[in-house]
């Protein structure tokens, strides 16, 4: 009999989901611990006196028309502020609030605390019981459980997608909602699903939820919509009655009563605009501007203060996109040949008075980044194959683009070039590079405003050094965020920005399902077996040194391929400011937040 009833408990425990249960967490982090306690009061890098009321006005180049975040139409014209990396979602709230001072750590907002197991086979959010929508009716599970299925039915990617890696979505008790995952989920996966927004079941209309939309919505956010005007300007008002002002995720933080977004057709009139006052805030991305533009009197004076914000983090790849979609940029040769025409040390030192590094590597100042780090012996058995497909300098560490005389026709670069472009079947005839068919070796530059434009000329003009005819093209906020969306240009200007913590968004960058996906980020058109594993690796890896030699095996490869033209990039965030708008001494691991600021003027 005791053996009977032991057999049946090993039967048990072998059936059993793994799982099933977990302790209540507060927090929950990508790799390793969340930073912060249980008991913790505020996020490190806010101040919690900070007081609330007053305004701020941002000031954005392009146009607006359209209030819903969530779907494919519009979704590069929807107005600033609705889902904001910059400047917060300031409508609706998601589950989990992520912490901008650590590399992937979210910490409860809607969700009061969180469960989960170790094989991240489950995730479920427990309901903070004070959540709340703006017209006070309670958040629910079933609010949650609506916002997944309407995004699955007429949402857009990523959101459209969230379901395809679960296998049940079930309300647990009264205020709890628990994802099971299938074989297609991985670990990354159940911080997406935490940080997506929810919507209000009862005040959203669904048959005409994938329709352009310009009625305010109602969210959990601590702003809602106060007024629009089409294209030109979009106001929030502070909701006083925010069910999360005390919670400590939230503390310090949407501290003005008022925000608006003003709207400018070009950069130049934006920046006018600053000077004159009407704009708070300016983030500077020309070194040549911030070393030379800033001579007005509101700095004179001090009414304008200029910031350098330091952060802790990876510099992204900024560079001239060959889009694969092209049949003539398919050929690897020829884009290793094209990519080092470009002139960076004459670029450098004519137009940007030498004010930026060489952009190597996409995590370059990071441990996550190729350069300085030769493939070890993990690396290397997750590579396999996929090894022999990467430039051996690339594999040790100490590959580096050539560096120029900075005349713009260095001759020994340019003759490097030249052998991969004949290897890549082109010569030089009559002054112009041919095909062996005799076809000009021709494309387009599209670029968005003046200082790419500018950037894109000097490039134009040493390709025309080899015989290689660039066009380039400026066309406006519109013409260029539709062209974007649907990858109508042979050459575009993209930046890819890079965390501690890369994940999913890769997927979206270079995965073989975005290829084809209206609206992806995968501006370079790749579909690569080898591209999707190494990504795969990333979004599985469990520990840190997995972590690591996955995503160097990554940068390794994307580098090697050529996919683009990388360019330059400063170790530095720059933020000019009126002297009216206040902001924390501590500046989080990502670098100056937006949010935690407010209006020193407030009695």
Do not use: C
């Not at 605390?113 to 959540?131: G, S």
């Not at 106060?226 to 501290?255: C, E, F, H």
């Amino acid at each position: 009999m005791r053996a009977l009833v032991l057999g049946l408990a090993l039967l048990a425990a072998a059936i059993a989901p793994r799982g099933a249960s977990a302790d209540p967490v507060h927090a929950i982090a990508m790799h390793g611990a969340p930073a912060l306690p249980a008991d913790f009061k505020a996020f490190p890098y806010v101040n919690p006196a900070a007081k609330k009321g007053g305004h701020v006005a941002y000031g954005v180049v392009g146009t607006f028309d359209n209030l819903n975040p969530f779907i494919l139409k519009s979704m590069r014209t929807t107005a600033r502020g609705m889902l904001d990396p910059e400047y917060g979602n300031l409508v609706y709230d998601s589950l989990m609030s992520r912490s901008r001072d650590e590399p992937f750590s979210l910490y409860g907002l809607l969700a009061e605390t969180v469960e989960w197991d170790e094989d991240r086979t489950f995730i479920q959010f427990n309901l903070n019981p004070k959540a709340k929508w703006a017209d006070g009716q309670p958040v629910t599970p079933e609010d949650v459980i609506f916002t997944f299925e309407l995004f699955r039915d007429k949402g857009r990617v990523p959101f459209s997608t969230r379901l395809d890696k679960v296998s049940k979505m079930e309300k647990v008790g009264e205020r709890s909602v628990r994802f099971t995952f299938n074989e297609k989920s991985d670990r990354e996966f159940p911080l997406l699903i935490a940080m997506t927004p929810i919507l209000p079941k009862h005040a959203t209309k669904v048959d005409t939820f994938d329709q352009t939309t310009l009625e305010f919505p109602l969210g959990s956010g601590p702003y809602r919509v106060k007024s629009v005007s089409t294209g030109q300007r979009i106001v929030y008002q502070r909701n006083p009655d925010y069910w999360a002002k005390d919670l400590p995720s939230k503390v310090g933080m949407d501290n003005y009563d008022e925000i608006s977004v003003e709207y400018f057709l070009q950069d130049s009139t934006l920046f006018e605009a600053f000077k004159k006052g009407e704009i708070d805030l300016y983030p500077e991305g020309s070194p040549t501007r911030w070393s030379r533009s800033y001579t007005f009197p509101a700095v004179s004076s001090g009414e304008v203060i200029k910031d350098t914000f330091t952060p802790k983090t990876p510099s992204g790849m900024l560079g001239f996109v060959f889009n694969l979609r092209r049949p003539i940029f398919q050929d690897m040769k020829l884009r290793q040949g094209l990519a080092l025409v470009f002139d960076f040390e004459w670029a450098n030192k004519n137009l940007f008075d030498n004010a930026y590094t060489r952009t190597q590597s996409f995590w370059q100042n990071s441990t996550l980044s190729y350069l300085g780090n030769p493939a070890d012996d993990r690396e290397l058995a997750l590579l396999g194959d996929i090894r022999n497909r990467i430039n051996p300098a690339i594999l040790d560490g100490s590959y580096r683009l050539p560096v120029t005389d900075a005349s713009g026709r260095d001759r020994n670069v340019l003759r490097e070039a030249v052998t991969l472009l004949r290897e890549a079947g082109y010569s030089i005839k009559d002054g112009k590079m041919v095909s062996a068919e005799g076809r000009p070796l021709s494309f387009e530059i599209m670029t968005q405003n003046d200082s790419q434009e500018k950037m894109a000329l000097a490039y134009q003009r040493s390709l025309a050094a080899l015989g290689v005819e660039a066009n380039v093209r400026t066309v406006d906020d519109s013409q260029y965020q539709q062209r974007s969306q649907s990858f109508d240009y042979d050459v575009i200007i993209k930046s890819y920005p890079s965390s501690l913590s890369p994940g999913i968004e890769q997927v979206g960058r270079w995965s073989s399902v975005s290829r084809d996906r209206p609206g992806s980020d995968n501006f370079a058109g790749v579909a690569d077996k080898d591209v999707d594993t190494l990504v795969n690796a990333i979004l599985q890896a469990r520990t840190i040194e997995d972590f690591t030699a996955a995503v160097r095996a990554h940068d390794r490869l994307l580098v090697s391929n050529t996919f683009l033209v990388p360019l330059y990039h400063v170790p530095a965030q720059w933020v000019a400011r009126h002297k009216r708008i206040g902001r924390p001494s501590t500046v989080p691991l990502y670098g100056y937040s937006l949010s935690t600021w407010w209006d020193q003027s407030v009695q």
